[in-house]
């Protein structure tokens, strides 16, 4: 008898994707700016029929490209009253 091998598929994995007003929320970004960034910017995306949509890996780049470092503030002189 021939021996049968079994593969083992794994399972679709859902990803939890966000459209683009969820997204800004989540980013503290506005939706104009994610728009702008990803049609102009090269912030990463997916486009399901005319939505764009987000993966989490998406949003954590975003959220690097988008960061911006603090710069420092020289200090205040006191004037004199």
């Given amino acids: 008898m021939p ?4 593969t083992a598929t794994a399972a679709p994995v859902v990803e939890d994707f966000t459209d683009v007003p969820e997204t ?3 980013l503290g ?4 700016r ?3 960034g ?3 910017l090269g912030f990463p995306a997916h486009r399901m029929g005319r939505r764009l949509m987000f993966s989490p ?4 780049q975003i959220a690097e490209m988008h ?10 002189r006191m004037r004199a009253i």
């Fill in 67 to 76: 960061r911006i470092p603090a710069r420092r503030v020289p200090a205040r």
């Fill in 24 to 26: 800004a929320r989540r």
């Fill in 3 to 6: 021996s049968k091998t079994t």
């Fill in 57 to 60: 890996e998406d949003r954590a």
């Fill in 38 to 40: 990803v049609n102009h």
């Fill in 34 to 36: 994610l728009r702008d």
């Fill in 29 to 32: 970004i506005g939706q104009r």
